[in-house]
């Protein structure tokens, strides 16, 4: 996920921990530098439900890959 909005550590912390508490989501990392997100799930999952936890923190999603 490529995301927008994050500015410190404390704001790629928040998208991350909003990540992981995806039902379906074993792990999430954020690289704040390059304003992205990797996300690993235990199955298949809808990109949206990612995309509104992220929204949910107050950031924005600009693409999903």
Do not use: F
């Amino acid at each position: 996920l490529q995301i927008e909005g994050m500015t410190c550590s404390h704001c790629s912390a928040r998208v991350e921990k909003a990540l992981k508490s995806v039902p379906g989501t074993s792990d999430a990392t954020v690289n704040l530098e390059e304003k992205k997100a990797t996300v690993i799930t235990e199955d298949a999952l809808d990109p949206k439900v990612l995309k509104k936890a992220v929204i949910d923190a107050g950031y924005e999603v600009t693409r999903i890959e």
